[in-house]
């Protein structure tokens, strides 16, 4: 079976290497006319994530580009520890043109094909197979077709003309990496700061190179084009701004940071529940399917959970039985983390009030939370053996 694999972004590659190990042909479809390299900030690959790579054998060539993100800590504005907790295996800080070139060079390497500027329009599905329908007048037959096309899906919208739209969480997003950043390394912590005025994340490696991302409070969203067009100079101005009262180091690595570096990633969003995964032929994976906002720290490695599970089922199942079976073992997962994201979001958006309380429940909460509470996320595997025989 030849299956149509829709976004050649993060989850495309890692789908059609699953694919290929299931046992089918599949071929990657790119909207754009050039590949992603610059494109992006940075991001966590969480040990689920990790362990689903390992199934395609992806695992290592991403761990040698990541830097281990081994614990993490929450502080208030005013530089206190609210709570911190480790990460233990650790998680990965990745930039995500990095990223995706590793998952491109493998997916290629082993045969994936990828054809790009093929920007899907529509998609029909039958008995005998789905057609897709590309915008430059072009079309091609599959037996399958599968929708890793982000949060902005458009298979999505052909499964389901109905489906909800991108929630907007109430923030911007915001990154650089930082050459230099002049502070000692971190140990392998990163820093989530609670800040007067908006959220500042921020790790600094062994040799001072670091990252950082903001993430700021705007009850008006703005698309990625019109914060763009505020220009990263000014963005960096306002920063510096917004955290000059807090005792963070958000002032020092902004200042060390060039409006060339910055990363404007525009309105965080999520769709807290996709209702339709799949209809005849096609079906949905990653954001298209179960986008959570950034602030999950799983965004990625539910992508790839998703890619590794879809094609097990194909492997076991009839493709109607296999997409049922693939969304019956994912939804309650993915929403589950969707949720929790949301709330987090609440906290970064926290106004002088709920700020004061955030900051004096939170280091209760996590001294007397279960460990189960964060670790269910990052112990999920996925047994790729493990045969499937109903959905």
């Known amino acids: 079976m030849n299956v149509l694999v829709i976004g050649g972004g993060i989850g495309g590659p890692v789908a059609a290497l699953a694919l290929r190990r299931a046992g089918f042909e599949a071929t990657v479809y790119e909207a754009y006319p050039r590949t992603a390299e610059g494109v992006g900030g940075g991001l966590s690959i969480a040990p689920n994530g990790l362990q689903a790579l390992s199934v395609v054998g992806m695992d290592e060539a991403v761990r040698a580009i990541g830097t281990p993100i081994t614990s993490m800590a929450m502080q208030s504005w005013t530089g206190k520890t609210l709570g911190a907790f480790a990460s233990e295996p650790p998680q990965l800080m990745v930039w995500r043109d990095e990223l995706y070139r590793v998952l491109r060079e493998e997916a290629l390497a082993r045969g994936v094909e990828f054809v790009l500027g093929k920007r899907l329009v529509d998609a029909s599905s039958s008995d005998d ?56 390394s971190t140990g392998g912590r990163m820093y989530l700061a609670f800040g007067k005025r908006a959220f500042f994340g921020y790790q600094v490696m062994d040799d001072s190179s670091g990252g950082w991302f903001v993430n700021l409070p705007s009850k008006t969203p703005m698309s990625v084009a019109e914060a763009r067009a505020v220009g990263a100079a000014e963005w960096l101005r306002r920063f510096r701004e917004v955290f000059a009262e807090d005792r963070v180091p958000a002032v020092p690595m902004l200042s060390r940071t060039s409006p060339e570096e910055l990363v404007i990633t525009g309105p965080l969003e999520d769709i807290p529940s996709v209702p339709t995964w799949s209809r005849g032929r096609m079906a949905l994976i990653g954001d298209a399917a179960h986008a959570t906002s950034p602030s999950s720290g799983q965004g990625a490695s539910l992508a790839f959970e998703s890619a590794v599970e879809l094609a097990r ?19 309650d997962r993915v929403e589950r983390i969707i949720a929790m994201a949301a709330r987090t979001n609440q906290d970064k958006a926290a106004g002088p009030v709920a700020r004061v309380l955030r900051d004096l429940i939170m280091p209760v909460a996590v001294k007397f939370a279960k460990p189960s509470k964060f670790t269910w996320q990052f112990d999920h595997r996925i047994e790729w053996d493990a045969p499937l025989t109903t959905a």
């Open 313 to 331: 089922c194909l492997r076991h199942l009839p493709y109607a039985e296999a997409f049922a079976a693939y969304e019956r073992l994912r939804r």
């Open 129 to 184: 197979g789905v057609v897709a329908r590309f915008a430059d007048g072009s079309s091609v037959r599959g037996d399958l077709l599968i929708g890793a096309d982000g949060i902005r899906s458009t298979v999505r919208g052909l499964i389901d003309p109905a489906a909800p739209r991108p929630r907007y969480a109430g923030l911007l997003g915001f990154g650089a990496r930082v050459a230099d950043t002049g502070l000692p």
